[in-house]
């Protein structure tokens, strides 16, 4: 008897993996084997709803994966060391999860001898490439399939097509699409489709409950969130976790981020990520307190293509490592606590306390007094410092006159 191929659907439980797990079983006749790798953004009963449903769809078996801190310990630790936002704005919160859920469903088709790796991305985003590579690079030669990029299929299709299947869901949450993880929820919809339209309020994850103002602490240790207002965190994650609470209710870390796609275009996407805008902001004031000017020009340019090798499927390159090893050197003195003032729709950095503050008392302070120079230093210093110009200007004369 001839047994039935066996394809690893990485599996949301959303419309698209919806679609792809009945797809599969039914119409191509593979045993499904359905896996939901968790980067952070399931709590228990969300996996166990996730299980039941993809074995309602014909899954032959449902695994779940944690990658949670393996999450953290690999990648959102260098994006917090290295302040990365992209386009100045957005956190990484999608792309780079990607990565490791792709790497830990290609691992487990590996395991389970699979015939075929099949994700739900669509022919227009990222999405489709992260899995791609990732599968390539580490399960060559097992058969990649996807079925609503290779059908181009509209939402309003696969929904249709479900229906007819007698399959029962919450088609209203259909109308977006929401990814959610430990550092940050991406939010796409019809506005985030056209160049000038926000999010509603009701498609935020989140709803803004909080009012007023609130002081919270955040205390690094080498760079890693190890407490909030005086708490110790063994795991950073969970310190990630409370932050993400303290700071959501307020609509803090929303936003809309335009930029390039690796396949060319031009795209939105809404995000909502108050821990990473937070944790980030404080990071980066506590940077400026404990390192000197070449070590933050230095990171700032490195981490620019560290944020763009994790975006655009390229995690796996050994510079990546490269450039973590410099990253994570450069937090040796990174330790202390900033104070933030939460409040609604915005968040202010107070200031900070340090060991390592190199604005330390001792040596002066700026425009008001100094303990390590004279004033006939700075005349001195002055005058060798301004030579290579002023020789430039007695040969060729001030090119600015009229």
């Known amino acids: 008897m001839h047994e039935k191929k066996r394809a690893v659907?990485?599996?949301?439980?959303?419309?698209?993996?919806?679609?792809?797990?009945?797809?599969?079983?039914?119409?191509?006749?593979?045993?499904?084997?359905?896996?939901?790798?968790?980067?952070?953004?399931?709590?228990?009963?969300?996996?166990?709803?996730?299980?039941?449903?993809?074995?309602?769809?014909?899954?032959?078996?449902?695994?779940?994966?944690?990658?949670?801190?393996?999450?953290?310990?690999?990648?959102?630790?260098?994006?917090?060391?290295?302040?990365?936002?992209r386009g100045n704005a957005y956190p990484l919160s999608v792309s780079a999860e990607r990565i490791f859920q792709a790497e830990a469903i290609a691992h487990y088709?590996?395991?389970?001898?699979?015939?075929?790796?099949?994700?739900?991305?669509?022919?227009?985003?990222?999405?489709?490439?992260?899995?791609?590579?990732?599968?390539?690079?580490?399960?060559?030669?097992?058969?990649?399939?996807?079925?609503?990029?290779?059908?181009?299929?509209?939402?309003?299709?696969?929904?249709?097509?479900?229906?007819?299947?007698?399959?029962?869901?919450?088609w209203s949450k259909a109308a977006y699409s929401i990814n959610r993880g430990l550092w940050g929820t991406s939010v796409g919809g019809r506005e985030t489709l056209t160049s000038s339209e926000p999010l509603p309020e009701d498609a935020w994850p989140t709803s803004v409950t909080k009012s007023g103002s609130e002081e919270i602490t955040l205390g690094f240790e080498c760079g890693e969130l190890k407490e909030v207002n005086g708490t110790r965190y063994e795991?950073?994650?969970?310190?990630?976790?409370?932050?993400?609470?303290?700071?959501?209710?307020?609509?803090?870390?929303?936003?809309?981020?335009?930029?390039?796609?690796?396949?060319?275009?031009?795209?939105?996407?809404?995000?909502?990520?108050?821990?990473?805008?937070?944790?980030?902001a404080a990071h980066r004031l506590l940077e400026k307190h404990t390192l000197t000017r070449q070590q933050q020009l230095l990171k700032e340019q490195l981490a620019i293509t560290y944020g763009s090798l994790v975006h655009e499927a390229q995690f796996l390159e050994p510079a990546a490592r490269d450039i973590e090893a410099l990253l994570k050197r450069s937090q040796e003195t990174a330790n202390g606590t900033v104070r933030v003032l939460l409040a609604p729709q915005r968040f202010d950095l107070l200031g900070v306390r340090s060991p390592n503050d190199l604005?330390?008392?001792?040596?002066?302070?700026?425009?008001?007094?100094?303990?390590l120079w004279s004033g006939d230093d700075v005349r001195g210093f002055s005058r060798i410092y301004s030579n290579q110009l002023m020789m430039y200007f007695s040969v060729n004369g001030d090119q600015n006159e009229d």
Request: glycine share 12%; net charge negative.
């Open 9 to 85: 659907l990485a599996f949301s439980g959303g419309l698209d993996t919806s679609y792809c797990a009945l797809h599969l079983s039914e119409d191509l006749g593979y045993e499904v084997h359905t896996v939901t790798v968790n980067t952070g953004g399931f709590d228990a009963h969300a996996l166990e709803e996730i299980g039941d449903h993809a074995r309602r769809l014909g899954a032959s078996e449902h695994v779940t994966l944690d990658r949670t801190e393996e999450f953290y310990q690999r990648c959102v630790r260098f994006l917090i060391f290295g302040n990365v936002l």
């Open 109 to 170: 088709a590996k395991q389970i001898g699979a015939d075929a790796i099949v994700h739900g991305s669509t022919g227009a985003g990222n999405d489709q490439v992260r899995f791609d590579t990732v599968f390539h690079i580490l399960a060559p030669g097992v058969e990649v399939i996807t079925p609503i990029r290779d059908q181009t299929l509209s939402r309003d299709e696969e929904i249709t097509w479900l229906k007819s299947h007698g399959v029962a869901m919450d």
């Open 235 to 280: 795991s950073s994650v969970a310190a990630i976790r409370t932050v993400e609470t303290l700071a959501a209710p307020y609509g803090v870390g929303r936003g809309i981020h335009v930029g390039d796609t690796i396949i060319g275009l031009k795209g939105r996407v809404g995000f909502e990520a108050a821990a990473p805008h937070v944790i980030i």
């Open 359 to 371: 604005m330390a008392g001792r040596f002066g302070a700026y425009g008001e007094s100094n303990a």
